[in-house]
């Protein structure tokens, strides 16, 4: 069993920074390919950015790229989403998402088949 708890959220200008965290409990967090999802209100969920076990591999959806930063740390059992230059459209409940990954480069952007997700944290992007 693994849980997760986001934290890091909240009110921010547009054009500003929030870097949100997800620790992950238990020792088997680096057998897992963790990823953001995000749900505006009115809206599906939708993939944000996923990291690889090993943490060398990434991927971030269009929406997002060249402004978010996925990491991890293997040894805080945690994983990391730096988000610079917030636009009210990122305005969302920002979920992590845990899947038992095959390989070291494995990671996912759909939400169908995580293992695990955590509660979200509320980001808000003021105009």
């Known amino acids: 069993q693994v849980q997760l708890v986001e934290s890091g959220g909240g009110l921010v200008q547009a054009g500003g920074s929030l870097r949100l965290s997800c620790e992950a409990s238990?020792?088997?967090?680096?057998?897992?390919?963790m990823a953001w999802f995000r749900q505006a209100p009115g809206k599906e969920r939708e993939f944000v950015a996923s990291?690889?076990?090993?943490?060398?591999?990434?991927y971030y959806a269009d929406s997002v790229k060249g402004r978010f930063t996925v990491s991890r740390d293997n040894a805080k059992n945690t994983v990391y989403l730096q988000m610079n230059s917030l636009r009210p459209e990122d305005t969302a409940v920002y979920y992590c998402?845990?899947?038992?990954?095959?390989?070291?480069?494995?990671?996912?952007?759909?939400?169908?088949?995580?293992?695990?997700w955590g509660k979200g944290t509320l980001v808000t992007v003021s105009s």
């Open positions: 998402a845990a899947r038992l990954a095959p390989s070291e480069s494995y990671y996912y952007t759909d939400s169908g088949g995580v293992h695990y």
């Open positions: 990291v690889s076990r090993s943490g060398g591999w990434w």
């Open positions: 238990g020792r088997t967090f680096r057998n897992y390919a």
